[in-house]
């Protein structure tokens, strides 16, 4: 995305609002392309790599931990495949759960205080995971 300038006369500020809305169109194209169980799956998996990095699993050295963006990002990735399940194939939603029980595993393992049993991320949505 271009941003115009101050500078930018009349011409130049159609022409990259034209751009932009040429842009808009072909992504809104592409996305009408894509069957819903690529766009869980997807969803699913990049909320999956940021936690991971997050738990400390990414084995990067630069990494630090940070568990409450952790909690957050398995949270969600705990609703999205709780809902979407029944939208995908029993192999992918199978994949998924265990991505997920691997990420809260971690997170529990990660913790300097380990949240209860039944109270730690995502499990309000998967149940408890020890």
């Known amino acids: ?8 006369t009349p011409d130049e500020r159609h022409e990259r609002w034209q751009q932009q809305e040429e842009a808009a169109a072909a992504a809104t194209r592409d996305i009408a392309d894509v069957p819903a169980v690529e ?3 997807t969803a699913a998996v990049h909320l999956m ?5 997050k738990t400390g699993l990414a084995h990067d050295p630069d ?9 957050k ?3 969600a990735l705990a609703g999205l495949i709780t809902a979407g399940a029944p939208e995908i194939s029993d192999m ?13 595993l971690a997170f529990r393992e ?3 205080i380990p949240d ?9 949505w998967t149940g408890p995971v020890n």
């Open 63 to 71: 990494n630090e931990l940070d568990l409450d963006e952790a909690r």
């Open 110 to 112: 990660a913790s300097a």
């Open 92 to 104: 992918h939603a199978r994949s998924l759960r265990d991505g997920l029980r691997s990420l809260q």
């Open 1 to 8: 995305m271009t941003i115009p300038h101050q500078d930018d």
């Open 39 to 41: 766009v869980i799956t």
């Open 49 to 53: 790599s940021a936690a991971a990095v």
């Open 73 to 75: 990002l398995i949270n």
């Open 116 to 124: 209860p049993i039944g109270k730690g991320p995502g499990e309000k």
